[in-house]
DNA sequence: ACGAATCCTGGGCA
DNA sequence: ATGCCCAGGATTC
C-alpha cells in the first residue's frame, strides 16, 4: 500500500535525484519507479504527476526518514528562482531540471562510493557499490527476487581483503578501500559523524587527513552527507563548465590546488549559501545521461 | 607551486 | 579486430 510524501514534483523529482551520482544505490524497476536501501529499509519511490508515493520494507512508515534523506526542510523553489536571477547560464538549463535536490546520504556510504569514483564512470561505481553491498552487508529482505543489502560497516570493511576487493573488481581502489575501513574503524565511525558538527572548512580538511582523500572526494562527502551545502567538488565536467561558462581565462591551465579553490569560491559567490546544490544542477546537465534533456528544452524554445 | 605519469577496468570510438 | 581515449582523482616524483 503507497503512502504519500506529500511534496510537489517541483521540489522533489526522483528521476535525475536518485541517479545522478549522488548515491549510487537507487534501481529503476520501472517507469517512474526506483528501490533503494536507506538506513536499513529497502524502500520503493514512484513518482506522479503531483506528488511522490512509498512504500518499505520492513517498516511502513517511513516518512520522517525520507524528508531527512531527501532534505524537504528545504524549500528548493524559492532556491532555483534565486539561482536564475544570479545567473542567466543557470537559467536556461535549470527548467529541463526541475525539482533536483541534494540528498543528505548517510557519510560511511558517501566516502566509501566517492573512493570508488576516481577515474570511473557512474555506471561501473554503481557495480562495484552493488557487490560491496552483497558481499559485506547485512541482508534487509529479498523483494521481486532481488536480495537487498545494508551498506558495510567500517567495521566489516576493515576485516575485508585487499585481494578480495580486487577480485570484485575495485582495480587499484581496492587498496584505498581498506586502507580507509581501517583507519576509521580505529578512529571509530563516529568520528566521522561528528564532522557534521563542524563548519565547512575545518570538516573538509579533516576528511582530507584520511589516506586517498583528497579535495575533491572531501567536497563530495561534504556537500552529500556532512551538511555542508557550499561544498563544491570540482570533478572533470565541474571543471569544464568553469572554464567554458564562468572562469574562460583559466582554459589552458591546469586544475592546480589553488585553481580548484578558485572555482569553488566563484561557485560561492555567485550562487550563496546553497551554492554545491545550484553546481549540482549544473553538474548533471553536463551528465552523458542527462545532455539530451538540456538540448531537447533548447530545441523546443 | 606546477605538471606529468601512474594506477584497474570497461565502454565508446575510429 | 585492435588500439586509444576517457570516465565524478590522489599520489608520487
New binding site residues.
Given amino acids: 500500500m503507497w503512502r504519500s510524501l506529500g511534496v510537489s514534483p517541483e521540489e522533489l523529482r526522483c528521476d535525475v535525484t536518485l541517479v545522478?551520482?549522488?548515491s549510487f544505490r537507487w534501481k529503476p524497476i520501472a517507469q517512474n519507479e526506483w528501490r533503494g536501501v536507506i538506513s536499513s529499509c529497502v524502500i520503493t519511490l514512484r513518482q506522479t504527476a503531483y506528488d511522490v508515493l512509498y512504500r518499505s520494507i520492513p517498516k511502513d512508515d517511513v516518512a520522517p526518514l525520507l524528508r531527512d534523506y531527501f532534505q524537504l526542510h528545504v524549500p528548493l523553489v524559492p532556491l532555483y528562482g534565486q539561482w536564475c536571477q544570479a545567473d542567466a547560464r543557470f537559467a536556461s538549463v535549470a527548467p529541463a531540471f526541475p525539482g533536483l535536490r541534494v540528498l543528505r546520504t548517510d557519510p560511511v556510504e558517501c566516502l566509501f562510493s566517492?573512493l570508488c569514483?576516481?577515474?570511473?564512470?557512474?555506471?561501473?561505481i554503481t557495480r562495484m557499490i552493488d557487490a560491496l553491498c552483497r558481499r559485506y552487508g547485512t541482508r534487509l529482505a529479498e523483494v521481486e527476487g532481488t536480495d537487498y543489502h545494508r551498506f558495510p560497516t567500517v567495521y566489516a570493511l576493515a576485516a575485508a581483503s585487499e585481494e578480495e576487493l580486487?577480485a570484485l573488481?575495485f582495480?587499484?581502489?581496492a587498496?584505498v578501500v581498506v586502507t580507509v575501513a581501517r583507519e576509521l574503524s580505529e578512529r571509530g565511525e563516529e568520528w566521522l559523524y561528528r564532522l557534521r558538527n563542524l563548519p565547512y572548512e575545518e570538516a573538509h580538511d579533516e576528511l582530507?587527513t584520511l589516506?586517498?582523500?583528497?579535495?575533491?572526494?572531501?567536497d563530495?562527502v561534504c556537500l552529500?552527507s556532512l551538511d555542508k551545502p557550499q561544498a563544491i567538488?570540482v570533478?572533470?565536467?565541474v571543471w569544464q563548465i568553469a572554464q567554458r561558462d564562468y572562469l574562460p581565462e583559466l582554459q589552458g591551465?591546469?586544475l592546480?590546488?589553488?585553481?580548484y579553490r578558485q572555482i569553488g569560491d566563484h561557485f560561492r559567490a555567485r550562487f550563496g549559501e546553497y551554492a554545491g546544490w545550484a553546481h549540482n544542477v549544473l553538474?548533471a546537465a553536463e551528465?552523458?545521461a542527462f545532455r539530451r534533456r538540456v538540448l531537447a528544452l533548447q530545441r523546443d524554445r
Avoid: M, W
Fill in positions: 545522478c551520482g549522488q566517492f569514483s576516481s577515474a570511473n564512470n557512474i555506471p561501473r580486487f573488481g582495480g587499484y581502489r587498496r582530507t589516506p586517498g582523500v583528497g579535495h575533491k572526494i572531501a563530495c552529500f567538488p570533478d572533470t565536467h591551465r591546469s592546480t590546488e589553488r585553481v553538474f551528465l552523458p
